[in-house]
């Protein structure tokens, strides 16, 4: 576990923690890491939803799907990043979601009850770490918020449009690499891959973007309106 101190460290969930406590922690949390092949899943929805999951290396997706078997990507994760926990917390009894490896990952799992409940040896970093939780929870309905706005978007170039600008804006450059591939980003937007496809092409063609793989480079923002 020591080899993954610095990236537990950089974890929302453990901000402002010293790394000497790190180690107590995860013994009153009950840590266990567990290793994941790529394409194999950390949990599949129906699973008893009863712990809190940091990602420790490698990739791992979030995903939901429907009756008919359409997928909607709800995130992507990398290391340092928490996931399960509004699930958990929530008392459901199993998990809504799936979570997938995407690459060959580590993930450590920490007993969301023991996370939400002060020990018998009143750890000092309990309620420290009770205020990360909730930033964090709160910082991911933000980022639900937006992903519910480029949804709302009326037309596929709409959506794909306003998913672009926002990358631009948080990268601060009219040039970034997305976190997903082109199947990934339909999922994640509620579009048909082909339809996204197509106008991908028809922007890149225009000379309003260019765009290999995950790069993108938005070449002439006004005229994408």
């Not at 601060?172 to 990934?184: G, L, M, W």
């Not at 082909?194 to 005229?223: P, R, V, Y």
Request: proline share 2%.
């Amino acid at each position: 576990m020591k080899d993954f101190f610095e990236i537990l460290s950089r974890c929302l969930l453990f901000k402002g923690m010293e790394r000497s406590d790190l180690n107590s922690m995860l013994t009153c949390l009950d840590g266990k890491t567990i290793k994941i092949s790529k394409g194999s899943p950390v949990f599949l929805e129906g699973t008893p939803a009863r712990f809190v999951g940091i990602v420790l290396s490698g990739t791992v997706q979030v995903m939901r799907e429907d009756y008919y078997g359409n997928r909607s990507i709800m995130t992507i994760l990398q290391p340092g990043e928490l996931f399960a926990e509004a699930f958990s917390f929530a008392g459901l009894e199993t998990m809504p979601v799936s979570a997938i490896a995407i690459k060959d990952s580590e993930v450590l799992l920490l007993d969301c009850r023991r996370v939400l409940t002060t020990c018998s040896n009143s750890c000092h970093f309990h309620n420290l770490l009770l205020k990360n939780l909730l930033q964090g929870m709160a910082q991911k309905n933000l980022a639900l918020s937006q992903k519910i706005r480029y949804m709302s978007q009326k037309s596929t170039k709409e959506k794909l449009m306003a998913y672009l600008f926002d990358q631009a804006k948080q990268h601060k450059s009219t040039e970034f690499v997305i976190p997903y591939d082109r199947q990934a980003l339909a999922d994640y937007l509620g579009v048909e891959r082909s339809a996204m496809s197509a106008e991908i092409g028809k922007l890149k063609s225009s000379g309003q973007i260019d765009t290999k793989g995950a790069w993108f480079c938005i070449k002439h923002a006004e005229n994408m309106k």
